[in-house]
């Protein structure tokens, strides 16, 4: 394993790793988290949520780096202010949404401030409400102007080996042109290719102007082996699939088990009780 006093920053998923089933920040999870200050570890959190989906995360944790929302494709302060923007190619916009609609498959569009479905009462849509905390805006269809300010395009359902397929199918498809990669079983991401979590990896390195081995990574789902691939030392949660735990450095529990404030007193706080 990597060494654990030359990590300097972790960078955590929420979903399925920093929160609960519930969506729920355990008290564990808020003490490990001001640990790692104490300890000169910094941390920030990248999700497929948008940005404002994240929000609520920054004074319990207190967050002061930059939180990267859609998979990197929206960067923002922790007072929401955006830092920088990185839009769909219009066209791939416009191709991915025809693609999602003919599989049979739900879509949204997130925007930099807005959601927008076509159904409020699709699937899903009612729990991403609530995990999100703000309304999605109902429009009748994607318009040319929507799409031109795409940020994550969403392909929505609950046939899990469908979304499974579509993914390499989406991906053969958009080519070099946006990146198409699964945030949960039954979520399919679209965002520009330079919108993904090994990027958000790269921007960090940057702004902090630390090296990719001071950075640890927790995970738990395909979008985040892009992350562990660009960091020093990575870690998989117990809810993982098998091909995700494949990939990580080291292996922690479930996010139903307390798995996150676990693996950083294991892994990042050594000799903290």
């Known amino acids: 394993m990597s060494d654990a006093k030359a990590i300097r920053l972790l960078l955590s998923d929420v979903d399925g790793t920093l929160v609960t089933n519930d969506k729920v920040l355990t008290e564990g999870a808020i003490l490990a988290a001001h640990a790692l200050r104490r300890a000169g570890v910094a941390l920030a959190v990248t999700s497929s949520r948008p940005a404002r989906g994240m929000q609520m995360l920054v004074e319990p944790l207190g967050l002061q780096l930059p939180l990267a929302g859609c998979n990197g494709g929206v960067l923002v302060n922790p007072d929401m202010t955006v830092i920088d923007t990185r839009l ?17 498959l739900d879509v949204w569009v997130y925007t930099e401030t807005e959601w927008l479905v076509r159904d409020p009462k699709a699937a899903h849509v009612e729990r991403e409400r609530f995990i999100l905390r703000f309304d999605a805006t109902v429009v009748s269809e994607f318009t040319e102007a929507h799409l031109h300010h795409a940020v994550k395009i969403v392909g929505v359902g609950d046939d899990f080996p469908l979304i499974a397929s579509s993914e390499a199918a989406a991906q053969s498809l958009l080519g070099e042109t946006a990146s198409a990669t699964r945030s949960a079983a039954y979520f399919l991401d679209v965002t520009n290719p330079l919108a993904n979590k090994g990027q958000v990896v790269r921007t960090l390195v940057e702004r902090l102007g630390i090296s990719p081995a001071q950075i640890a990574t927790i995970g738990d789902m395909p979008n985040d082996v892009l992350m562990f691939k660009q960091s020093g030392f990575s870690i998989a949660m117990g809810n993982a699939a098998d091909d995700v735990k494949a990939q990580a450095s080291a292996i922690t529990d479930s996010n139903q088990d307390d798995g996150w404030a676990k693996a950083v007193r294991k892994y990042l706080l050594v000799g903290d009780a």
């Open 88 to 104: 769909i190619d219009p066209a791939a916009a416009k191709t991915i949404v025809d693609f999602l609609l003919k599989q049979g």
